[in-house]
Nanobody
Framework: QVQLVESGGGLVQAGGSLRLSCAASGRTFSTYAMAWFRQPPGKEREFVAA????????NYADSVKGRFTISRDKVANTVYLQMNGLKPDDTAVYYCNALKYYSSNTPPSPGNYWGQGTQVTVSS
């Protein structure tokens, strides 16, 4: 069992930065690949970024490549999403997810464990 709690969302102007955190509990957290998904208003949930269990491999949606960075701290049981160069299209609720399977070159399917989400709003 893994429990996930996101934080760090907020309101920011276009071009600004935010860092999201996902604090995980559960003894098996370090064995999971982790990911961030987001759900823009009125749209389906979509993949943003993923990181494998060791932190040595990452995968990004084309829309965020070069702007967002996913990382993990296995000691702190936390996954981060550093978001730079934010755009109004990045406005969404951002969710942390523990993946069943990780891929370095295709968007992963989400696993069963989700956080409650954190709102990110980017104003123009």
């Amino acid at each position: 069992q893994v429990q996930l709690v996101e934080s760090g969302g907020g309101l920011v102007q276009a071009g600004g930065s935010l860092r999201l955190s996902c604090a995980a509990s559960g003894r098996t957290f370090s064995t999971y690949a982790m990911a961030w998904f987001r759900q823009p208003p009125g749209k389906e949930r979509e993949f943003v970024a993923a990181i494998n269990w060791s932190g040595g491999s990452t995968n990004y949606a084309d829309s965020v490549k070069g702007r967002f960075t996913i990382s993990r701290d296995k000691v702190a049981n936390t996954v981060y999403l550093q978001m730079n160069g934010l755009k109004p299209d990045d406005t969404a609720v951002y969710y942390c997810n523990a993946l069943k399977y990780y891929s370095s070159n295709t968007p992963p399917s989400p696993g069963n464990y989700w956080g409650q989400g954190t709102q990110v709003t980017v104003s123009s």
